[in-house]
């Protein structure tokens, strides 16, 4: 199922707004199978990825998360790229290298994601789902993530997303073949 959408470049999720699907193909595998569980647990409410991931097994997540990591863009990413000052000031006030890493490609952990290179789209409405709370089909409940995106209006988190959309990173849509 997953391929139905994030295997099509450009496809897009018309919940809770019109956005890219996420680019998934060269994404960490820890991240991939986290995101799941979370969508499982209702951690992370998204009606469709709820019902996907419920439907999946321990084994299920494990297979696609490593099938999706190792579809790794070859070409290397370059260990940092200055941003323009406005965007550094609200990069350094989210502190967001300190969990994303190097340009954005290389989280201190493997369940954080890669976000360089993201759709800016997508990236817009995930960060404004940190802000959402009590509804029952929308929004995240990372308490970290929660935290730092409550500080941004959505002017500074729409400056974020299209940012870090333009460095240079791993992940891409890898179109598959439907004969298999």
């Known amino acids: 199922m997953c391929i139905g959408c994030h295997g099509i470049p450009g496809y897009q999720a018309t919940f ?4 890219k699907v996420p ?4 994404q960490n595998a820890k991240y991939i199978g986290a995101a799941l569980n979370a969508y499982a647990k209702g951690e992370r409410k998204h009606p469709t990825m709820r019902g996907i991931a419920q439907s999946l097994t321990e084994q299920d997540i494990a297979e696609i998360s490593t099938f999706y990591e190792q579809q790794v863009k070859i070409d290397p990413v370059p260990a940092t790229v200055e941003p323009p000052a406005a965007v550094k000031a609200l990069l350094d006030k989210g502190n967001c290298a300190s969990c994303h890493g190097a340009n954005f490609s290389k989280p201190i952990d ?10 800016a789209d997508y990236l817009y409405v995930a960060l404004k789902s940190y802000q959402t709370e009590g509804k029952p089909y929308v929004g995240r ?3 970290i993530m929660a935290g730092q995106v409550k500080q941004f209006s959505h002017a500074e988190l729409k400056t974020l997303a299209k940012y ?4 240079p990173g791993e992940l891409r849509t890898v179109p598959q073949s439907k004969f298999r």
């Open 16 to 19: 809770p707004e019109v956005h």
């Open 23 to 26: 680019m998934i193909s060269g």
């Open 110 to 119: 493997g369940t954080y994601p890669k976000i360089a290179g993201q759709h």
């Open 141 to 143: 409940g990372n308490a």
């Open 164 to 167: 870090l959309a333009t460095l």
